[in-house]
Each structure stands twice: as C-alpha cells, then as structure tokens.
C-alpha cells in the first residue's frame, strides 16, 4: 500500500479501513531506505503516545502504526510522509476461509479478492498455508466453478487478465482462491502444541416450529446518535416481515434509557437518533417486562457499540436474543456474545438475506467444550454452527489427552469425543488462528482480561483491542520508548537487550524516590514559604518619600498620554474625554500596585514566582482584556441536582455537602442556535431541529445540556450530552468534556465510566489519573481513589506537566479526609503510600480549574475584595491569596488557595490565552471546582463547565461571598 504526498510540506498519513468479520492483522510492515522492516507488538496506548510524540517532535526518524479502533475498524498512521515523496506499508491479514459451495465430496471454500480494471498491481503473492493433513487441493477461479488450478504462489499480471477478460474496464472484478476439501463431518489437526478441530453441522433439519403458532415478542431498536436512516430502513423491513407472520410485537427505542412507552411497527420510520447507547440497560428492561408479559424471545436492532455501560458482559438474559443489524460498522464480537449466551443469534443484515425466517428458531450450536488442564480451546462458549465451526487448542500436556464437546440444541444434543496426539512439530498457521479465536472471545468482555489480550498479541504478534504494532527506524527511538526491536533486526536487538536488562528494576526506585523528591519540594515551596506563613492586610501608608514610585508612576502615564489621541486636531494638550477616563483608570491602578508593592516587596525573597513589580505594572495597564471591575455575579445558588437525579442517571450519594452559598455566574450563550431554543414553546423539539444542521458540533451538544440541566430536565439534558461519545470513537477531548459535564451534575457513576474511557487512551497525561481520581472520591471509592491519585505524584511525566504533584499531594489529603468523613477511613499505611505525602492543610478558600483540551494555555484570575488580581502574572497576594504554577501547555490543572478569609467578595475568572495545538482545534471546555471551608467540617463545594472558544475571551463565572 503506498502514501503518496503531492504537497511541498511534510505530512501525516492516515487510512481507516474495514476488515471482514473474524480478519484480523497479522503482519505490518514499512519500507526503509528499501528494507521493510517488521512491526512489533505493543500496548495499543503506548503505540499511540510514541507515534504522537514524533510527531510533535518532528522527527526526522520513520514511525508507523496500525490498531484496531473498534469492531471491525482498523487505522494505520505512517511519519513523516516528506513533500513530492511517496511511503510503502505492508498489511498482512489471516482468516479461515469461509465454505462457498458443497459437492457430493468436496467443501469448496474460498476468499474474494476484488481487483479493478485496467489492474495496477504488478504482481500478486498468494500465499496458502494447507495442512498436509487435510489433503486439500488448491486452486484459483474467476468464479466458484472451479475451472484453472495454479500450483504456483505468484501470479502474474496475464493470468489476472485472463481471468477477468469478461470484466468491463472500470468495473470491480476479481478472483476467488479456493480450495476443495473431501466432505467428512469432522477433521483433525495435529500438531505440538496448537491443534485443531473442524465440525461439519449435523445434516439433520433446524428444530422445525408450528408455522401457524403466533409469538410474543419483545422488540428493542437503538435510537442514539451513531445509528443512520440506511440501516433502520432495512431492519423496518425484517420487523415487518415478522408482523406480517401473525406474530405480537412490543417496540421499544433506546439510547442510553429504554423509552418509557412502545411504539407501532410503521412508527419506526419517525425515530430520531439522539443519545448514547447502553444495551446494559435495554437487558434489565427486558428481565423486568419479562416477569409479566411472558414475552418468548427478544430482538435487539443495534450497532453493538456500547458506549454507557460497563457490566454488559455479567448480564444474564431471562428469554433468547436475537441480535440483528444493517449498518456497516458493527461491533461483531459483542453482538455474537450476547446472541449465543442468551441462546440467540446475531444476524448481519448487510452479508444475509431472508432474515425473518431464522428468527425464533432454535439453532444448531457448539454448546459446551471440556477438556483437561493444561488445555486451553476456543471457542468455550455457546456459539452457532453455520455450515461448520472449528475448535482451536493449545496443549502444554505431553502425552495425549481428549476432548469433549456438546453440539446440537439445548434439549437435544449430542457429545463427540476427540483423541489428540501431540507431534514433534508445532503449526504456525493454527497458532495464529488460535490466537485470534482465543482474541474475538475474550475481547468481549470489556476491560476484564486486558492483561491476557495482551500478551496474547505479544506472545502471537498480532493486533488485539489492546495491541497495536509498531515500526521504527532507529535504535535511538527503541531505547527512548522502551521497545524491544523486531527479530528481523537482530543487532539492533542484541544492543537493546543489553542495556535494557536493568531498566524494570531502576522504574520502581525512580517512582519512590520521585516521590520522596516532590513532597520535599512541596513542604518547602508550598507548606513552609506559603501554608505556615501569616499574612496581615496592611493599611495604606502615607504617600511620603515615595519618589521612586511617583517618578515610576509619571514615566507610565507618560507614556500613555503620548499614545492617546487628543479632543481635537488642534496642538491641544489636553486630553480627550475617553483618554481621560483612561488616564484615571491607569493612576486608580497604579495606585493599588504601589500600595500592594510595600507588602509584595518583603515577599520576593520567601517565594521567587513572585513577579516584578515593574512587571506587573506594565502587564495591569498594557492588557486590554483586563478589567479593572467585574459585573456582580446574580444572586443564584448553586443549582442542587437531587439524590434521587443522580442515582437515576447512574450516580451515588456522596457524602460531600452541597454548596449554597457559592455565586456561580449564568452562562448565556448567543449561539444561533441557544437563541431559538429559548424562544421556542417546545426547546426538545427545537433541539432536534436545530440537530440537522449542527450534528458533529460538540459545543452545540454541550450547551445545549448544559440548557436542559439548567431548567433541572436532567434526563433531556443527559441524553443530549452523551451524543457526544458517539461523534468520535476513542476521542479522549470529547470523553473529558462529557466527563467534566457529569462530573458538575452530579451523575458519578457515568462520569467514572467516561474517565475510565480517556485514562485507557491517555495513560501519558496525568490529568486522566487526577480526573478518575477525583469522581472515584465523591463516589466513596476511597482506596481507589488514592492509589489512583497517588500515581500523578509519582509516575515520570513530560515536563511541561510539572508541578501537578504539588496539587495531586493536597487531593490525595483531601480524599484521606473524605473517607474519615464518610467513616470508611483509610490510612497512607493500609494503601502503601509514603507517609511523606502527608500533609492536612484546611483553608477558607480553594478554586481550581481544569480544561479538555491538550496543548492549551488557559488562565486562572481571582479577583480578591482588595480588587487585588492573583493571576499568572502576580500570584501571591497581600492577603496570601496563592496561585499554582501556569500550565502553558496541556489540560492544567491551576489552582488558586487562601488560607484565611477576609469579609467581600471573590470573584474567578477564566482567561483563554493561547493555543498550542498542531491542528484545526477552536475552543475547550474548563471545569473549575470551587470549595469554601475546604478539608473542614463545614466545607462547601459547587462546580461549573464553561466553553471557551477561542484566544484572549475572558469568562466571569463565579462570585465566592464572605461575610
């Protein structure tokens, strides 16, 4: 496969593609210098941080990779592709053929190779890989009437010809490679270690049912955001064919909740799609109605991407499911597990016809498989058999051993009885096929068997959900990401191996040592230079022997007045009106800045972030978007989303109490969008309108939750919101601010499951580690929630994260305090944490703000009753009011802290000051988390999401009032 690039500027190169159901990528490699060097395999997340960090880097080095996304979809991502050049990779696939055609003797099966007219391909390598064992003749056709045997692996450009001499020019030809197996019901592989067996299905008759017996059936069909018109036509149809048997139909759509009313047949063409997905829930629904309605089966119309959910897998459906979709992205493994574990079947309307007349019936399946220890086979569960199935094993036994499997129906099966030899040999086609079967098992069951996903496709090298493979140029790039280079390049392995054998045992010194490390730093830049320190607000001191400030403060407003125009054209040196009003801000300013100067100068030495007072001079005047006063905040409280809410949408109770008092600034959007919202009399309804023309929009989604949850329809707002997982798969961006959205309205339990999500594609940030964190604290997943924490202070991250230890030390505190509140404490002893972490340090006032998008620089500003502003540019105050480092870059966080209250008010600003990012990327999303009383009794807490869309907007949110 060759990139080419027809720019002058040197790119990226990208290409999803589908794979068949049961294919997976077996082999990947990238052209070097004229060498194709192999991949090998890593952790799917490792592979994508090496990737994007050479990018980012700009290395001169190649890199290349390719993953599975999901389902069936596939992504390969080659840099750097340089201007006018061209780039070859090498995608290698294997799959078990599937049957196409039966004789009296033979099975013929084959695969479908597409190849257009007039062909580029200068030459084709068909490699099969038969079994002696199953004295399989090979042959090539241009169709399955088996015509022309080709002995040959390579086949040149005049057999294609040949081949498709009838194929139109432009149109899609191809070729079939067949091969033609002698009928037996059973064949066995034997090997060393792999080993295979094949099971013809039984030529009995399926279970036949009484054709005039009408059935009660529950029906769900799959309503949310990623679903399409296409496909919900085509399972109309299916649906309508089974009514038209004479047979009961209870409909109901789905999203993320099941609708609370059923809906006609004919009705289905009306649905919108709206929402997440969770199929978890559509089996709790049909457990529940089946306890009453007596329904026989059950048929879910589904893409199979689950995106709200996390114990689908543990469910156990009361009646059979009939799993059937028509859309062309299809989570496959999923969809095949529920079918054959409820007793099912799962159906591929895009690949079968005639769909109708399979449902209902029982079928033909593998239904159990045992076989000694020290024998791994898959497939171990239900599964159908349709035409044949074969068994995979693995054997570490030495002598010889049976195994036994159960096929048929339910209530009428039968056991065969196989006896394995292992021979001197292994197989590696059978290896590999068992690791794939062994792959598209265990992958369904979510995250529950990452580690053995894993190995599996490094011990096989082969693409998982877990696993991607990966190639490099340079053993400088080996080293650096800890990879251990291909055996196609055995010097550069035997040089990595040699430096790389103590590396594992020098990981866990550095983490424990990093930590002793930042905690001292944290005691003398945090507790001892701020925490321990008294602050006093100081009265203004007479303006006498002042020169330096006075000859200071007539140099600026020179300057300033040389840059204002004057009332007139005239040589007037009197100032307009506005230039006036500008000078008297500017001396009201400068003012306040010498007065803070007096308290501010005895504190440079104590913490040098401290800026110079020239500096912050110039930056108070010179900054356009600063404000010297900032509108009130309107009386309204923090908006209280009740117990009851939140446990619907998934969440808990926690123990932390609702803020009251704490002024969160209403946002007012003035999308096009919001404002024909608010005038509509039905907003839903508009928002579905409005939806046609904004539906890949995440600010349009965000806001208009954010809407819903403001006039406390938490259920509408919800359902908007998680149309947003559905816009990109594995995007950890739109992840974070579904998160943060959950996170402000108190639903927990989804936000958990959504910060899970971004940790398992951002392991590299430790923001995923702090965000998981900090939503398991609220929901009194105390001792997860510290060793998660506990992470952020001592994993090694990029350094332009430095400094988020210091807040992870005061969060890991905070969560200490929380489980004694709760009383389920927990002790940095009982979870193996360095006691050198502790710090208890309760203050009147904390805000900290955090944001969605990476490579972002966004401002905290706390505007003190002084009128003093803490910010990037002057962060510590008179009153000790102490801001956190500033995140330049990535997703913060940046906190600002006051140990001791003064009567007034506080208001928080977040400033969006520069984007860093190597893409078309607006806006971002920020969270601020505001606490008054913080680790006290009587502490209080309110949290808001605001999107920010673009460079220099300034957003009031908050007023904080003390009395």
Same mark, same amino acid.
């Given at each position: 496969?060759?990139?080419?690039?027809?720019?002058?500027?040197?790119?990226?190169?990208?290409?999803?593609?589908?794979?068949?159901?049961?294919?997976?990528?077996?082999?990947?490699?990238?052209?070097?210098?004229?060498?194709?060097?192999?991949?090998?395999?890593?952790?799917?997340?490792?592979?994508?941080?090496?990737?994007?960090?050479?990018?980012?880097?700009?290395?001169?080095?190649?890199?290349?990779?390719?993953?599975?996304?999901?389902?069936?979809?596939?992504?390969?991502?080659?840099?750097?592709?340089?201007?006018?050049?061209?780039?070859?990779?090498?995608?290698?696939?294997?799959?078990? $053929?599937?049957?196409?055609?039966?004789?009296?003797?033979?099975?013929?099966?084959?695969?479908?190779?597409?190849?257009?007219?007039?062909?580029?391909?200068?030459?084709?390598?068909?490699?099969?890989?038969?079994?002696?064992?199953?004295?399989?003749?090979?042959?090539?056709?241009?169709?399955?009437?088996?015509?022309?045997?080709?002995?040959?692996?390579?086949?040149?450009?005049?057999?294609?010809?040949?081949?498709?001499?009838?194929?139109?020019?432009?149109?899609?030809?191809?070729?079939?490679?067949?091969?033609?197996?002698?009928?037996?019901?059973?064949?066995?592989?034997?090997?060393?270690?792999?080993?295979?067996?094949?099971?013809?299905?039984?030529?009995?008759?399926?279970?036949?049912?009484?054709?005039?017996?009408?059935?009660?059936?529950?029906?769900?069909?799959?309503?949310?955001?990623?679903?399409?018109?296409?496909?919900?036509?085509?399972?109309?149809?299916?649906?309508?064919?089974?009514?038209?048997?004479?047979?009961?139909?209870?409909?109901?759509?789905?999203?993320?909740?099941?609708?609370?009313?059923?809906?006609?047949?004919?009705?289905?063409?009306?649905?919108?799609?709206?929402?997440?997905?969770?199929?978890?829930?559509?089996?709790?629904?049909?457990?529940?109605?089946?306890?009453?309605?007596?329904?026989?089966?059950?048929?879910?119309?589904?893409?199979?991407?689950?995106?709200?959910?996390?114990?689908?897998?543990?469910?156990?459906?009361?009646?059979?499911?009939?799993?059937?979709?028509?859309?062309?992205?299809?989570?496959?493994?999923?969809?095949?597990?529920?079918?054959?574990?409820?007793?099912?079947?799962?159906?591929?309307?895009?690949?079968?016809?005639?769909?109708?007349?399979?449902?209902?019936?029982?079928?033909?399946?593998?239904?159990?498989?045992?076989?000694?220890?020290?024998?791994?086979?898959?497939?171990?569960?239900?599964?159908?058999?349709?035409?044949?199935?074969?068994?995979?094993?693995?054997?570490?036994?030495?002598?010889?051993?049976?195994?036994?499997?159960?096929?048929?129906?339910?209530?009428?099966?039968?056991?065969?009885?196989?006896?394995?030899?292992?021979?001197?040999?292994?197989?590696?086609?059978?290896?590999?096929?068992?690791?794939?079967?062994?792959?598209?098992?265990?992958?369904?069951?979510?995250?529950?068997?990452?580690?053995?996903?894993?190995?599996?496709?490094?011990?096989?090298?082969?693409?998982?959900?877990?696993?991607?493979?990966?190639?490099?140029?340079?053993?400088?790039?080996?080293?650096?990401?800890?990879?251990?280079?291909?055996?196609?390049?055995?010097?550069?392995?035997?040089?990595?191996?040699?430096?790389?054998?103590?590396?594992?045992?020098?990981?866990?010194?550095?983490?424990?040592?990093?930590?002793?490390?930042?905690?001292?730093?944290?005691?003398?830049?945090?507790?001892?230079?701020?925490?321990?320190?008294?602050?006093?607000?100081?009265?203004?001191?007479?303006?006498?022997?002042?020169?330096?400030?006075?000859?200071?403060?007539?140099?600026?407003?020179?300057?300033?007045?040389?840059?204002?125009?004057?009332?007139?054209?005239?040589?007037?040196?009197?100032?307009?009106?506005?230039?006036?009003?500008?000078?008297?801000?500017?001396?009201?300013?400068?003012?306040?800045?010498?007065?803070?100067?007096?308290?501010?100068?005895?504190?440079?030495?104590?913490?040098?972030?401290?800026?110079?007072?020239?500096?912050?001079?110039?930056?108070?005047?010179?900054?356009?978007?600063?404000?010297?006063?900032?509108?009130?905040?309107?009386?309204?409280?923090?908006?209280?989303?009740?117990?009851?809410?939140?446990?619907?949408?998934?969440?808990?109770?926690?123990?932390?109490?609702?803020?009251?008092?704490?002024?969160?600034?209403?946002?007012?959007?003035?999308?096009?969008?919001?404002?024909?919202?608010?005038?509509?009399?039905?907003?839903?309804?508009?928002?579905?309108?409005?939806?046609?023309?904004?539906?890949?929009?995440?600010?349009?989604?965000?806001?208009?939750?954010?809407?819903?949850?403001?006039?406390?329809?938490?259920?509408?707002?919800?359902?908007?919101?998680?149309?947003?997982?559905?816009?990109?798969?594995?995007?950890?961006?739109?992840?974070?601010?579904?998160?943060?959205?959950?996170?402000?309205?108190?639903?927990?339990?989804?936000?958990?499951?959504?910060?899970?999500?971004?940790?398992?594609?951002?392991?590299?940030?430790?923001?995923?580690?702090?965000?998981?964190?900090?939503?398991?604290?609220?929901?009194?997943?105390?001792?997860?929630?510290?060793?998660?924490?506990?992470?952020?202070?001592?994993?090694?991250?990029?350094?332009?994260?430095?400094?988020?230890?210091?807040?992870?030390?005061?969060?890991?505190?905070?969560?200490?305090?929380?489980?004694?509140?709760?009383?389920?404490?927990?002790?940095?002893?009982?979870?193996?944490?360095?006691?050198?972490?502790?710090?208890?340090?309760? $203050?009147?006032?904390?805000?900290?703000?955090?944001?969605?998008?990476?490579?972002?620089?966004?401002?905290?500003?706390?505007?003190?009753?002084?009128?003093?502003?803490?910010?990037?540019?002057?962060?510590?105050?008179?009153?000790?009011?102490?801001?956190?480092?500033?995140?330049?870059?990535?997703?913060?966080?940046?906190?600002?802290?006051?140990?001791?209250?003064?009567?007034?008010?506080?208001?928080?600003?977040?400033?969006?000051?520069?984007?860093?990012?190597?893409?078309?990327?607006?806006?971002?999303?920020?969270?601020?988390?505001?606490?008054?009383?913080? $680790?006290?009794?009587?502490?209080?807490?309110?949290?808001?999401?605001?999107?920010?869309?673009?460079?220099?907007?300034?957003?009031?949110?908050?007023?904080?009032?003390?009395?």
């Amino acid at each position: 496969m060759t990139f080419i690039n027809k720019t002058d500027k040197t790119l990226e190169g990208e290409l999803k593609f589908n794979l068949n159901e049961g294919v997976t990528v077996t082999s990947y490699g990238l052209d070097v210098e004229g060498d194709m060097v192999d991949a090998v395999p890593v952790t799917k997340e490792k592979a994508r941080v090496v990737f994007e960090t050479e990018v980012r880097e700009r290395s001169t080095n190649q890199v290349a990779i390719v993953e599975q996304v999901k389902g069936n979809v596939f992504k390969t991502r080659l840099y750097p592709i340089h201007g006018k050049q061209e780039r070859k990779i090498k995608i290698q696939t294997i799959e078990e $053929m599937k049957s196409i055609k039966k004789t009296d003797k033979y099975d013929i099966e084959g695969h479908w190779q597409p190849i257009q007219r007039p062909t580029t391909i200068e030459k084709m390598e068909i490699n099969i890989k038969i079994e002696e064992q199953l004295k399989t003749k090979i042959t090539i056709a241009d169709n399955t009437n088996v015509h022309k045997k080709i002995n040959k692996r390579t086949i040149n450009l005049k057999d294609i010809d040949e081949m498709l001499a009838e194929t139109k020019e432009g149109e899609l030809g191809g070729i079939y490679i067949c091969t033609a197996t002698e009928l037996k019901e059973t064949r066995i592989v034997q090997a060393k270690t792999h080993m295979a067996i094949e099971i013809e299905k039984n030529m009995r008759k399926e279970k036949e049912e009484k054709e005039d017996e009408q059935k009660k059936i529950v029906v769900y069909i799959d309503q949310s955001h990623s679903r399409t018109k296409e496909a919900i036509q085509e399972e109309h149809l299916i649906l309508k064919e089974i009514e038209e048997k004479g047979n009961q139909l209870h409909i109901y759509p789905f999203n993320q909740h099941v609708a609370k009313t059923k809906i006609e047949v004919n009705d289905i063409s009306t649905i919108r799609f709206d929402g997440g997905t969770s199929i978890e829930n559509v089996i709790d629904h049909m457990n529940e109605q089946t306890k009453t309605e007596n329904y026989d089966y059950a048929i879910l119309l589904t893409d199979g991407f689950e995106t709200i959910g996390e114990n689908i897998y543990e469910k156990t459906p009361a009646i059979p499911i009939y799993s059937i979709s028509a859309e062309k992205t299809q989570n496959h493994a999923l969809l095949t597990f529920i079918g054959n574990k409820s007793g099912g079947g799962y159906y591929n309307a895009t690949k079968m016809s005639k769909i109708s007349q399979h449902i209902g019936k029982q079928e033909y399946s593998l239904l159990q498989v045992r076989a000694p220890e020290g024998v791994e086979c898959y497939p171990s569960i239900p599964e159908k058999i349709q035409g044949k199935i074969t068994l995979y094993a693995k054997s570490t036994l030495k002598e010889a051993f049976d195994i036994e499997v159960d096929i048929g129906y339910p209530n009428d099966k039968e056991t065969l009885k196989f006896h394995m030899t292992p021979t001197e040999d292994d197989s590696e086609l059978i290896a590999k096929l068992f690791a794939q079967r062994k792959i598209d098992q265990l992958g369904i069951f979510g995250e529950k068997y990452d580690e053995e996903l894993l190995e599996t496709g490094r011990e096989y090298k082969i693409i998982t959900p877990n696993t991607s493979l990966i190639v490099l140029e340079t053993l400088e790039q080996y080293k650096k990401y800890d990879i251990r280079p291909p055996a196609s390049l055995p010097h550069l392995r035997k040089e990595f191996d040699e430096e790389q054998h103590q590396v594992k045992k020098k990981e866990q010194e550095a983490f424990d040592a990093k930590v002793k490390r930042i905690c001292e730093q944290f005691k003398s830049q945090r507790y001892e230079s701020w925490y321990t320190h008294t602050f006093e607000l100081k009265p203004k001191s007479p303006k006498t022997n002042s020169r330096k400030k006075k000859g200071r403060r007539g140099g600026l407003l020179s300057s300033i007045r040389s840059i204002l125009p004057s009332s007139s054209s005239s040589s007037s040196s009197q100032p307009s009106s506005s230039a006036a009003a500008v000078i008297d801000v500017a001396e009201e300013r400068i003012e306040t800045l010498e007065n803070q100067s007096e308290t501010l100068d005895g504190f440079m030495s104590m913490n040098n972030k401290c800026c110079d007072i020239e500096e912050v001079c110039d930056e108070e005047i010179c900054d356009e978007d600063d404000e010297l006063c900032i509108e009130p905040a309107m009386d309204q409280d923090m908006r209280e989303v009740s117990d009851k809410v939140a446990e619907k949408e998934g969440g808990k109770k926690s123990s932390q109490p609702v803020a009251s008092t704490i002024q969160i600034q209403p946002y007012d959007s003035k999308a096009e969008y919001m404002v024909i919202l608010k005038k509509s009399e039905d907003p839903f309804e508009a928002y579905l309108e409005q939806k046609q023309n904004y539906h890949t929009s995440p600010s349009f989604y965000l806001e208009v939750a954010g809407y819903f949850m403001d006039q406390k329809q938490y259920e509408k707002g919800i359902t908007v919101l998680l149309n947003i997982t559905e816009l990109n798969l594995e995007d950890p961006e739109l992840l974070r601010i579904v998160g943060y959205r959950l996170f402000e309205a108190k639903a927990y339990t989804l936000a958990c499951q959504i910060f899970r999500q971004v940790l398992s594609v951002r392991p590299e940030s430790p923001q995923s580690y702090r965000d998981l964190a900090l939503v398991l604290e609220c929901l009194n997943e105390f001792e997860e929630a510290a060793t998660t924490m506990y992470q952020v202070i001592g994993r090694q991250w990029d350094s332009r994260f430095a400094e988020i230890e210091y807040t992870a030390i005061l969060e890991l505190n905070h969560i200490l305090f929380s489980s004694k509140r709760a009383k389920k404490e927990i002790t940095f002893k009982s979870l193996d944490i360095d006691s050198c972490c502790r710090y208890e340090m309760p $203050m009147d006032l904390r805000v900290s703000m955090t944001w969605s998008a990476d490579e972002v620089d966004i401002d905290l500003h706390v505007i003190e009753p002084t009128k003093e502003e803490c910010y990037y540019g002057h962060n510590l105050t008179r009153i000790g009011g102490k801001l956190s480092r500033d995140f330049t870059r990535g997703c913060g966080p940046e906190e600002y802290m006051l140990k001791k209250k003064i009567q007034g008010k506080f208001d928080v600003s977040a400033k969006y000051f520069a984007n860093h990012q190597q893409s078309l990327t607006g806006g971002t999303t920020v969270l601020l988390t505001f606490y008054k009383y913080y $680790m006290q009794e009587n502490e209080e807490r309110a949290m808001v999401t605001r999107p920010l869309s673009g460079n220099k907007e300034k957003l009031h949110v908050c007023s904080i009032p003390f009395s």
